[in-house]
């Protein structure tokens, strides 16, 4: 089994990924004592999809987050680097495309929105990524991100980088067909910007109008921005 470095190299990233596709969703589900249902509540919410819209949904993974949105009637692809976690999610009835975030396979402004969970700090460039979401939205479509992040309580924020991050690679090893995967995703949560330095990685990258409010005391972040007219 494989492990990616914090250098991101995208070939390491999709091979970590395949790893640890079987079983996937239900590994995120018992880490994260089922929060992960909850979060990609909110993103639906933020995000607001309306029937007949259009949505890409990147580093969708397994298509789980991509069929919560396409509940709403809008028209859903999951978009991922990984073809294992495609195949992983093959059961769900949305359409599914292999794709590198740095280079899409859309047209210029052919989404109303797009949407990340859980992926961003997996791209290699996130900046790069952010600006390439923005060619392929159209002009006043919207971004919603939902990412790990820092929690605000300062108690809070020493336990969890202390002990709970430190925590995570060892129930990897008992839950995770691939433990070491775990390893990087705990260092890459660790070495993730917070809510107001994403916030202006956003802005860079040409969105506007950004805001984030804080999910569980801000160990996750869900950001939002609109494409400029």
């Excluded at 914090?6 to 999709?14: C, F, M």
């Excluded at 996937?24 to 249902?37: A, K, W």
Aim: glycine share 8%.
């Amino acid at each position: 089994m494989s492990r990616a470095g914090l250098d991101k190299n995208p070939r390491e990233v999709a091979e970590m990924f395949d790893g640890v596709a079987k079983g996937y969703d239900r590994t995120n589900s018992v880490m994260t004592l089922g929060f992960d249902r909850r979060w990609r509540e909110w993103s639906r919410r933020v995000l607001d999809a309306q029937p007949g819209e259009k949505v890409l949904d990147l580093a969708a993974g397994t298509a789980v987050s991509t069929v919560e949105y396409a509940s709403s009637g809008a028209w859903c692809v999951a978009a991922d680097f990984s073809l294992g976690m495609l195949q992983g999610g093959a059961h769900r009835p949305v359409p599914k495309v292999a794709a590198d975030a740095l280079h899409l396979p859309f047209a210029d402004g052919v989404f109303d929105a797009a949407t990340v969970s859980f992926g961003l700090r997996n791209f290699s460039d996130t900046v790069a990524a952010l600006r390439e979401m923005a060619r392929v939205v159209r002009p006043g479509g919207r971004l919603v991100i939902c990412e790990v992040s820092t929690p605000t309580f300062r108690p809070f924020r020493f336990v969890y980088m202390r002990y709970l991050l430190r925590v995570l690679p060892l129930v990897g090893r008992v839950v995770s067909s691939n433990p070491e995967a775990y390893q990087y995703l705990a260092e890459s949560m660790r070495a993730w910007p917070d809510q107001r330095a994403l916030g202006e990685m956003i802005s860079e990258a040409g969105w506007e109008d950004v805001a984030w409010f804080n999910l569980t005391g801000g160990m996750v972040a869900l950001h939002r921005a609109t494409k400029p007219e």
